[in-house]
Each structure stands twice: as structure tokens, then as C-alpha cells.
């Protein structure tokens, strides 16, 4: 008896899974890069697909830079990751953001305005936010990416003391 969840069978799409890392294996190594997919399903029946693409061809695009650069700014503080954290979990009202996140009325709008800048969260009403459908797979993302690099490097790396002062 496989592993099982509400929507099928794991194991397919487990399966279904390493099928397409092979089929991207194969574009990778035709392009001589590496190369990055990503794929989501949200509760609400929304799915998509996206890549497989060469990290360093989009990283030569010059608007995608200067939006990495305006998305790091506003996450660059506990605060920020604080809302984006509660926002995952749904649409907020101002009053619960202000005090999860406790920060004065200016400064929660300051941290606010450059989220919504980023294109992360809306308001779907007065006083309510949430995160836009791409601000929920930037969010996912970057705490996945957070989780990847928190990791010691591996020791066969050997970098031991490269980057002591």
C-alpha cells in the first residue's frame, strides 16, 4: 500500500516528478546550464508551471536585477518577514499586521508600501491585505531558498578559512 493523501497517490507524483527532472536534465545539459523549474498547486485548484530556465540568463536581464534588488530591500528587516510570514496564511486587516509585527502606525505603512511597491501584496479592501497570486510564490520561494542556505556548505567544498578575517 503506497503513501496516499487526499489528492492521489504520492508515489505517481513522485514518479511524475523525477520524469520531468530527467526531461529537464536533458535541456540542461543540450544549453550547457544549469537550469531551474518550478512547479505550485494552490488550495483553491490554481496550478502552474514555470522554467525551466538558465538562472544566469535571467540574471542578465536588467529589470529582473533591479527588482531583486527592490525585493531584497523591502524584506531586509525582521518586520517585513514577520507579515510576509502571516500573510501566507491569508488576507489581514491592518490592526493584526501592526501588532504581530509591532511596529508603529508610520513605519508599518513604510514597510507596507514597499511590499505593495514589489508587487507582493494588495489590498483587497480598506485596511486589509494580502499577497498578490505571484507575491504567495515569491514568498513560498524565498523561504524555501532561506531554508537551502541556512545549510553549512558541504565539506567537500574545502573552504575552511577562506573567508576569515
Known amino acids: 500500500m503506497g503513501d496516499t493523501n487526499p489528492g492521489g497517490d504520492l508515489n505517481t ?71 510576509l510570514r502571516t500573510l501566507l496564511s491569508g488576507e489581514q486587516p491592518r490592526e493584526r499586521l501592526a501588532s504581530i509585527a509591532t511596529l508603529d502606525r508610520a513605519a508599518l505603512q513604510i514597510v507596507l508600501d514597499q511590499l505593495h511597491e514589489a508587487n507582493i501584496i494588495f489590498q483587497p479592501a480598506p485596511d486589509r491585505y494580502s499577497l498578490t497570486s505571484n507575491g504567495e510564490h515569491a514568498v513560498g520561494m524565498l523561504f524555501w531558498a532561506a531554508l537551502q542556505v541556512r545549510r553549512p556548505l558541504p565539506g567537500l567544498l574545502n573552504q575552511g578559512g577562506w573567508f576569515d578575517a
Open 13 to 83: 507524483f513522485i514518479e511524475a516528478g523525477q520524469a520531468a527532472v530527467r526531461a529537464a536534465r536533458t535541456i540542461a545539459q543540450r544549453h550547457g546550464d544549469r537550469m531551474v523549474f518550478i512547479g505550485w498547486v494552490g488550495t483553491d485548484g490554481t496550478s502552474g508551471f514555470g522554467g525551466p530556465d538558465s538562472p544566469r540568463r535571467i540574471a542578465e536581464d536588467e529589470e529582473t536585477s533591479t527588482h531583486l534588488a527592490r525585493l531584497a530591500t523591502c524584506i531586509a528587516n525582521q518586520a517585513a518577514v514577520t507579515l
